[in-house]
């Protein structure tokens, strides 16, 4: 359970390393958009058109400041971060900005997060067209399994996932029947669209989508774009 917005914005407050009002301006849009989900830096330069040492400059401020985290490659945006968004979009406190400042970052995040979303919308629309040419239909609890996938590849940049070694933890990571795991995961690895494996660093399954898939469908995208 999330904690109450006020009592994270009064931790921020009282935490003397930094001044809340510092987390303004790039800080924020990035922060919008790691709210649709975990990304990594190259995500995060893609969609904001900054290089990647500016935009990490400010990733590793955020985490200093506790809005962000990082895991593995990927950045997460924190609780206290979240808390942080909520009240600013609340309240509408911008601290410094004019009117301005405030409508070009009203109109900037608006970009991002249609950007995010038109992506989203276009490997969907390419895995869909995929299917109607494949030389199989593809069973319920197979589509379900990819479409996972893809939308955790959207989110974060990665094409697998870890999941617990069992059946049960798989069918609740991607929403089908313990019945319906191994036969699925191994019709999907059979055509060559998902992996699976045993990690042992991890000790855990890592269920990916293979590279070959992933640009086949980002090539159908570019041709349909």
Same mark, same amino acid.
Request: aromatic share 12%; net charge positive.
């Given at each position: 359970?999330? =904690?109450?917005?006020?009592?994270?914005?009064?931790?921020?407050?009282?935490?003397?390393?930094?001044?809340?009002?510092?987390?303004?301006?790039?800080?924020?849009?990035?922060?919008?958009?790691?709210?649709?989900?975990?990304?990594?830096?190259?995500?995060?330069?893609?969609?904001?058109?900054?290089?990647?040492?500016?935009?990490?400059?400010?990733?590793?401020?955020?985490?200093?400041?506790?809005?962000?985290?990082?895991?593995?490659?990927?950045?997460?945006?924190?609780?206290?971060?979240?808390?942080?968004?909520?009240?600013?979009?609340?309240?509408?406190?911008?601290?410094?900005?004019?009117?301005?400042?405030?409508?070009?970052?009203?109109?900037?995040?608006?970009?991002?997060?249609?950007?995010?979303?038109?992506?989203?919308?276009?490997?969907?629309?390419?895995?869909?067209?995929?299917?109607?040419?494949?030389?199989?239909?593809?069973?319920?609890?197979?589509?379900?399994?990819?479409?996972?996938?893809?939308?955790?590849?959207?989110?974060?940049?990665?094409?697998?996932?870890?999941?617990?070694?069992?059946?049960?933890?798989?069918?609740? =990571?991607?929403?089908?029947?313990?019945?319906?795991?191994?036969?699925?995961?191994?019709?999907?690895?059979?055509?060559?669209?998902?992996?699976?494996?045993?990690?042992?660093?991890?000790?855990?399954?890592?269920?990916?989508?293979?590279?070959?898939?992933?640009?086949?469908?980002?090539?159908?995208?570019?041709?349909?774009?």
């Amino acid at each position: 359970m999330r =904690k109450p917005i006020d009592h994270a914005l009064y931790i921020l407050s009282t935490t003397t390393s930094f001044n809340i009002s510092k987390i303004r301006g790039f800080s924020i849009t990035l922060l919008q958009a790691l709210k649709e989900g975990m990304m990594t830096a190259n995500n995060l330069c893609e969609i904001t058109g900054k290089y990647p040492q500016y935009v990490n400059r400010y990733l590793y401020n955020l985490r200093n400041y506790g809005m962000v985290k990082k895991n593995g490659s990927f950045w997460e945006i924190t609780e206290l971060g979240l808390a942080f968004l909520s009240y600013i979009n609340k309240t509408k406190t911008y601290y410094k900005y004019d009117k301005k400042d405030i409508r070009r970052k009203y109109e900037n995040d608006k970009k991002i997060i249609r950007k995010i979303e038109d992506q989203r919308r276009t490997i969907q629309t390419s895995f869909e067209i995929w299917l109607k040419n494949y030389h199989r239909s593809l069973h319920d609890a197979e589509k379900v399994v990819v479409e996972v996938l893809l939308d955790h590849y959207q989110k974060t940049g990665s094409k697998f996932i870890y999941c617990q070694p069992n059946v049960y933890a798989i069918a609740e =990571k991607f929403g089908i029947r313990p019945d319906q795991v191994n036969q699925v995961l191994m019709n999907l690895k059979q055509d060559h669209i998902v992996y699976h494996m045993h990690d042992r660093s991890h000790n855990a399954v890592k269920i990916g989508l293979y590279k070959d898939f992933v640009k086949m469908l980002e090539f159908s995208k570019t041709m349909n774009s």
